[in-house]
Nanobody, 115 residues
Framework: VQLQASGGGLVNAGGSLTLSCAAS????????VAWYRQAPGEQRDLVAS???????DYADSVKGRCTISTDSTKSTVTLQMSSLKPEDTAVYYC??????????WGKGTQVTVSS
């Protein structure tokens, strides 16, 4: 499985960005797809996740500002972010967890929110 993340960039505080994670390969074996983020000097934290059944979960820090969704083929997971804050600045990573327990990570995409 390969995960290709895209959509990062520079945005002003209060702005919006949409991140996409395109999965290829044995995607039917994926149990959950999640977005994590890591700011400099910080640990990598969960932002949002969506299960194969469509259940979603969000970090408290982004609830009400982010929406995670998948397309009909479940090959692309999108994270819509709005009302962005400088503290949202981080490298965002896409993660896929398989039913087997194996994890795959995509390369990160930088999100920078200027104040």
């Amino acid at each position: 499985v390969q995960l290709q993340a895209s959509g990062g960039g520079l945005v002003n505080a209060g702005g919006s960005l949409t991140l996409s994670c395109a999965a290829s390969g044995s995607i039917f074996r994926i149990r959950v797809v999640a977005w994590y983020r890591q700011a400099p000097g910080e640990q990598r934290d969960l932002v949002a996740s969506i299960t194969n059944g469509g259940s979603t979960d969000y970090a408290d820090s982004v609830k009400g500002r982010c929406t995670i969704s998948t397309d009909s083929t479940k090959s692309t997971v999108t994270l819509q972010m709005s009302s962005l804050k400088p503290e949202d600045t981080a490298v965002y990573y896409c993660n896929a967890k398989f039913y087997s327990g194996v994890d795959y990570w995509g390369k990160g995409t930088q999100v920078t929110v200027s104040s």
